[in-house]
């Protein structure tokens, strides 16, 4: 079986930032872009527990599918199952400059939120229990003013 492409990322290399991952082009001639929005180094560092990278699914997922701009262009966000990040695919052929301003909002939003998390209820959602605001609120912090507001090429390319 060949290998996927995510697969055959050097995650010894990889540090905390905002990759293409890959572009997709649909039936009808469509672009898609998934990004994976890294937020721990693989391998290096403790991974984000299930509890606050839920919070951070629901609360992202909420803010970029209600975004006045970016709303009908936003496709799916969700975790990375080994807990170092989350995959964003946006429609169209972007690059991770172009998309960092909407992290960065994004993130900030996070990071600032107060209040009870969207669909985490019982009805909304499959385990809503499974959820941290108080460590959702501090990783997004963390990757926002560590990553995200001082992005270098090395934080918005992936190593060789």
Not at 39 to 53: F, H, V, Y
Not at 109 to 137: H, Q, V, W
Request: charged letters at 25%; hydrophobic letters at 35%.
């Amino acid at each position: 079986m060949e290998k996927i492409p995510s697969f055959t990322i050097n995650h010894l290399a990889l540090k905390r930032g905002v990759y293409v991952s890959r572009y997709d082009v649909t039936a009808s001639g469509d672009w898609l872009t998934t990004f994976d929005v890294r937020m721990k180094e693989p391998n290096n560092e403790p991974a984000i527990s299930q509890s606050a990278l839920h919070t951070i699914e629901h609360l992202a997922a909420t803010f970029l599918r209600n975004h006045p701009t970016w709303k009908n262009e936003i496709v799916y966000w969700g975790p990375m199952g080994c807990c170092t990040g989350n995959y964003l695919i946006v429609k169209g052929k972007l690059t991770s400059k172009d998309i960092l301003p909407l992290l960065i909002e994004t993130f900030d939003f996070i990071s600032k939120y107060e209040g009870e998390i969207p669909g985490a209820t019982p009805r909304d959602c499959g385990n809503y229990l499974l959820n941290n605001l108080p460590m959702g609120k501090w990783e997004s912090k963390k990757y926002l003013e560590e990553v995200l507001l001082c992005a270098k090429e090395e934080n918005l390319n992936y190593p060789d």
